[in-house]
């Protein structure tokens, strides 16, 4: 069956960097993309970017441009994200998600990884 | 890129129907069919419920129906039950972006 398998939790102090992988199997990993996702503790979700896995092409939400990076392994069917110069609003947990569609766009994320929660505290 | 608005709670008893909306603008609901809702336990993480504003996918229950209406998007519960319970969010695709909705939380009373 389709599966995303995150990395586990993460305790990072401010001005740090994190970086989650998102493990997939049971698709052809570079057929379709990869969002991630986040959900601060007690908030809604918050869509972070896209990457490409058939080329590695991203999309990234204009507030986090700069600190984010998305990146993919074709080899072992794993996509990362990394986040630096964490702050404490960083804190929440981080999906990654598969992106799926039919027709011009992809447009609807499925399935969900199990979420990382990433702790940022001095 | 603001956020979808939905509202922050809506409860119904077992058995009735509820109606959860999704309002965005023109640039993202109502530019596109590509609006989709997400159900969230406590502690799970998210799973898709309806794609492109109408579609169920395999497995999900016939009792969780979707439709827009101009910048407005609407999710349907019929027949309420307790595992219904739950957060559940809109989303839209935006010109290479996607946004989420602010999150509803459904109560079965």
């Known amino acids: 069956q389709v599966q995303l398998v995150q990395s586990g939790a993460e305790v990072k102090k401010p001005g740090a960097s994190v970086k989650v992988s998102c493990k997939a199997s049971g698709y052809t990993f570079t057929s379709y993309g990869i969002s991630w996702v986040r959900q601060a503790p007690g908030q809604g979700l918050e869509w972070m970017g896209w990457i490409s896995a058939y080329n590695g092409n991203t999309n990234y939400a204009q507030k986090l441009q700069g600190r984010v990076t998305m990146t993919t392994d074709t080899s072992t069917s794993t996509a990362y994200m990394e986040l630096r110069s964490l702050r404490s609003d960083d804190t929440a947990v981080y999906y990654c998600?598969?992106?799926?569609?039919?027709?011009?766009?992809?447009?609807?994320?499925?399935?969900w990884g199990q979420g990382t929660l990433v702790t940022v505290s001095s | 890129q603001s956020a979808l608005t939905q509202p922050a709670s809506v409860s119904g008893s077992p058995g009735q129907s509820i109606t959860i909306s999704c309002t965005g603008t023109s640039s993202d609901v109502g530019g596109y069919n590509y609006v989709s809702w997400y159900q969230q336990h406590p502690g799970k993480a998210p799973k898709l419920m309806i794609y492109?504003?109408?579609n169920r996918p395999s497995g999900v229950s016939n009792r969780f129906s979707g439709s827009k209406s101009g910048n407005t998007a609407s999710l349907t519960i019929s027949g309420l039950q307790a595992e219904d319970e739950a957060d559940y969010y809109c989303?839209?695709?935006?010109?290479?972006?996607?946004?989420f909705g602010t999150g509803t939380k459904v109560t079965v009373l």
């Open positions: 998600a598969r992106v799926c569609g039919y027709g011009d766009y992809d447009n609807w994320f499925d399935p």
């Open positions: 989303s839209s695709y935006t010109s290479s972006f996607y946004v």
């Open positions: 492109e504003v109408s």
